[in-house]
């Protein structure tokens, strides 16, 4: 059984690009291995600083992984600043975290990019999540392709503490599917809740429908034959669409005669059809807050525990203790 381990953001809405690179694997993970999975609440931080938003946001996303199928008495669920431990860690580890490192990463650079503020905490987001993912000794961190490179800088910094202090962390691999790396958004660009072009996973018919009827698509005619591989539209039909459907699809975007608001139909039966019994399921849960939260509670003691063991092994390593 491998320790496996994975954390999302409570910065919006989550989308389907959360659901296909993070969290169906995280719920697929859950029934085989020894799975950590959380609500990075200090990680959303960095984007969201209106108290209420991030309140609900931290119960919905709790509330969306539930509904859409992850087992809490088959996985360690919990919030992460319910384990404070992980804020000492991120010290600890920022000692040895060159600054090249971070001046590299490419999430940071893009999100100042769109105007998130280039705050301290927003630089040095990788180094939180480090620390997350080695208090937990996580030997695989299942992520889309965008948080790869943050995956490496976990795995700098450990060899790094290992190289100083002696064996201390277990060395994190990435787990990246290559069909589901990088989930494009309306706009052609990676699917971001900050970046205003996600396809939210619950939505009602209407808004759903909406937004794929927003999705951006060249001005070609009908008949004139298309690029499969460079439509954002094939590539979202692609994760909803049966393998003959596709086929199809394909035919018409190679010969000629793929009508755009034919297939964004398509695309939105096929969307509001795969996810309507989580619907439902999330309707159940939101009447009850309380299990919710009880569920939550539980699995932040589990992890402190965990947490704990790795945080006083560190401290004794690096001469905390006297
Ligand atoms: P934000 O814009 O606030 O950074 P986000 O939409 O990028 O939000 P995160 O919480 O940063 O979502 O990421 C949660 C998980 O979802 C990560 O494992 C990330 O790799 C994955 N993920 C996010 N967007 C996509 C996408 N478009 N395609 C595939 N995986 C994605
Ligand atoms: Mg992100």
């Not at 319910?82 to 975290?97: A, G, H, K, N, Q």
């Not at 069909?179 to 396809?199: E, F, H, L, R």
Request: hydrophobic content about 40%.
């Amino acid at each position: 059984m491998k320790r496996v381990l994975s954390g999302i953001q409570p910065s919006g809405k989550l989308h389907i690009g959360n659901y296909f690179g993070m969290m169906q694997p995280m719920i697929q993970h859950a029934k085989t291995e020894d799975l950590y999975v959380f609500i990075v609440d200090l990680h959303a931080l960095t984007s969201v600083q209106d108290r209420d938003r991030l309140r609900q946001g931290t119960l919905e996303a709790a509330v969306d992984f539930l509904a859409l199928g992850l087992d809490p008495d088959r996985c360690t669920f919990w919030v992460q600043s319910d384990v404070p431990e992980v804020c000492e860690l991120t010290w600890l580890l920022s000692v040895l975290t060159p600054m090249g490192l971070l001046e590299r990463c490419h999430a940071y650079k893009d999100k100042v990019a769109k105007s998130i503020p280039a705050s301290h905490g927003l630089f040095s987001y990788p180094v939180l999540m480090a620390a997350d993912i080695l208090l937990y000794q996580s030997q695989v961190v299942p992520v889309g392709k965008d948080q790869k490179q943050h995956v490496e800088v976990a795995r700098d910094i450990a060899i790094r503490f290992n190289n100083t202090y002696g064996e201390t962390f277990v060395i994190p691999e990435p787990e990246i599917s290559e069909t589901t790396a990088i989930v494009p958004g309306i706009d052609g660009q990676k699917m971001s809740k900050s970046y205003n072009n996600t396809i939210p996973i619950f939505l009602d018919d209407k808004a759903l429908r909406k937004r794929v009827m927003a999705i951006q698509t060249d001005a070609a005619p009908v008949e004139a034959p298309k690029n499969p591989e460079t439509c954002n539209l094939y590539a979202l039909l692609k994760l909803f669409a049966p393998p003959e459907k596709m086929q199809e699809v394909h035919d018409l975007y190679i010969n000629g005669g793929a009508a755009y608001g034919y297939l964004k139909q398509d695309l939105f039966e096929l969307i509001s059809d795969y996810f309507a019994p989580a619907r439902q399921r999330k309707e159940e849960l939101l009447a009850s807050p309380d299990y919710v939260r009880q569920v939550l509670a539980r699995g932040a003691e589990k992890a402190r525990i965990k947490a704990t063991v790795t945080l006083d092994l560190v401290r004794d390593r690096m001469g905390l203790k006297y």
